[in-house]
């Protein structure tokens, strides 16, 4: 039998694990079948053995890529200058990078990530090796700016990027259940809190 050339092989995979996902996202992780996915990515059993050994294998690839676009959305330049306070909000919410200001999809299927990650020990392990990693991209900014004197020095600054995580995962939420978050909206409402004047120690 000859060998299939790499880019056919790739573009299979590709075809499964999107057939998947539209799977997951109609019926839940654990409400679909391997069926389900054969019928979606019209392929038959053989074809998606070969790449994938049982749904659960599925799962984590599919949640892989998820919480990879997640890393993605956090990578800033080192070398580059220090973004503006307006840009660590920016980069936190994700405007104009996907998953974090995608669709109402790319936030549900996130949501079912997290709720996987109860279940699976190595999915967890790997959502919270990316969300440290964005955490530290995150609190290094922070840091910066308190340096620069734009922010108030006298909280660590790991804990104000764990609030403005807190933030964005609560800005998912609500897309993933109530159908619409207005991205505009929510920038303007962290800028407002965090500019605000610390209140007075009595």
């Not at 694990?17 to 539209?22: K, S, V």
């Not at 659960?56 to 890529?65: P, R, V």
């Not at 994700?94 to 299927?109: D, I, K, M, T």
Request: aromatic letters at 6%; one cysteine or more; proline letters at 4%.
């Amino acid at each position: 039998m000859a060998r299939m050339p790499k880019e056919h092989l790739e573009a299979r995979r590709r075809q499964i694990l999107d057939a998947a996902r539209r799977c997951f996202l109609r019926n839940g992780f654990h409400s679909t079948s391997m069926q389900d996915v054969l019928t979606e990515a019209e392929l038959s059993a053989g074809a998606v053995y070969r790449y994938f050994k049982s749904k659960d294998d599925i799962i984590a690839a599919t949640a892989t890529e998820a919480l990879a676009e997640v890393a993605a959305a956090f990578e800033v330049d080192d070398a580059a200058a220090p973004p503006d306070l307006d840009d660590i909000v920016d980069l936190v919410l994700g405007v104009e990078r996907p998953p974090l200001s995608g669709s109402q999809e790319s936030a549900e299927f996130l949501v079912q990530v997290w709720s996987e990650a109860l279940r699976s020990p190595s999915l967890r392990a790997k959502l919270q090796e990316v969300m440290a990693e964005a955490r530290g991209v995150v609190g290094g900014l922070v840091a910066r700016h308190q340096q620069r004197g734009l922010l108030t020095a006298d909280v660590p600054a790991e804990h104000v990027a764990d609030v403005l995580m807190a933030l964005v995962d609560g800005f998912l939420v609500r897309r993933a259940v109530y159908g619409h978050a207005d991205s505009v909206a929510f920038r303007s409402g962290m800028r407002a809190l965090m500019s605000a004047p610390s209140p007075a120690i009595r």
